[in-house]
């Protein structure tokens, strides 16, 4: 299973970006699938993810009503539309997709840095 993740950038605060991530074989092989992020010094966090294949969404609660995770599934792809970006959501952001097949099998993205200037 490959991902492939882009649209991490700078911005200045108040500003959006996009992120896209391609897996590279059916998305409906997975149970979950969403964005996470790392800032410096800090545990990788969940910001938003499709639970229960699709039924569920959930998100940050830092997150909540500024970012929103949707699908594209012929394309196999999900993105994280970010908008009114903060500072504080200055991190590396890494896509993230997962099996549950008796165990939780989890296959991330490269990750893509997201950089929002004051």
């Known amino acids: 299973v490959q991902l492939q993740a882009s649209g991490g950038g700078w911005v200045q605060a108040g500003g959006s970006l996009r992120l896209t991530c391609t897996v590279s074989?059916?998305?409906?092989?997975?149970?979950?699938m969403g964005w996470f992020r790392q800032a410096p010094g800090k545990q990788r966090e969940m910001v938003a993810q499709?639970?229960?294949?699709?039924?569920?969404?959930d998100y940050a609660d830092s997150v909540k009503g500024r970012f929103t995770i949707s699908r594209d599934n012929p394309k196999n792809t999900i993105y994280l539309q970010m908008d009114s970006l903060k500072p504080e959501d200055t991190a590396v952001y890494y896509c993230?997709?997962?099996?549950?097949?008796?165990?939780?099998?989890?296959?991330w993205g490269a990750g893509t840095q997201v950089t929002v200037s004051s």
């Open positions: 993230n997709f997962r099996r549950q097949i008796g165990e939780d099998i989890d296959f």
């Open positions: 499709h639970t229960y294949g699709g039924i569920s969404t």
């Open positions: 074989q059916n998305i409906y092989t997975f149970n979950e």
